[in-house]
């Protein structure tokens, strides 16, 4: 599986963002969840939102009402829509793509997302 992520930027305080991500490959069937993770400086890879192919969603509570994330299982792509961003989202987003329970995961190279103040 290949994933090929698109978005982010540069934005103030208070502005939006989307990120969009495209899977590619042989075994997309395997595919159950997908979702985006980030990663801030000096921090570990956090999970930010994650959504199933039958369309179930988590997120982490700082993103609650802010993040919106959406996907086409027939396109096999999946976005996260930014909104009301603060630097504390500063980070390096990457695109994940999982089989059931995370056994296998795959991830896209990372895009920036830099909020400033």
Same mark, same amino acid.
């Given at each position: ?10 934005? #103030? ?23 985006? @993770? ?7 890879? !956090?999970?930010?939102? !994650? ?7 988590? @997120? ?20 996260? #829509? ?9 980070g390096? @987003? @990457? ?9 296998y995961?795959?991830w ?10």
């Amino acid at each position: 599986v290949q994933l090929q992520a698109s978005g982010g930027g540069l934005v #103030q305080a208070g502005g939006s963002l989307g990120l969009s991500c495209s899977a590619s490959g042989s075994i997309l069937s395997s595919i159950v969840i997908m979702g985006w @993770y980030r990663q801030a400086p000096g921090k570990q890879r !956090e999970l930010v939102a !994650e959504i199933s192919r039958d369309g179930d969603t988590r @997120y982490i509570d700082s993103v609650k009402g802010r993040f919106t994330i959406s996907s086409d299982n027939a396109k096999n792509t999946v976005d996260l #829509q930014m909104n009301s961003l603060n630097p504390e989202d500063t980070g390096v @987003y @990457y695109c994940n793509a999982a089989t059931l329970l995370h056994q296998y995961n795959w991830w896209g190279q990372g895009t920036l997302v830099t909020v400033s103040s």
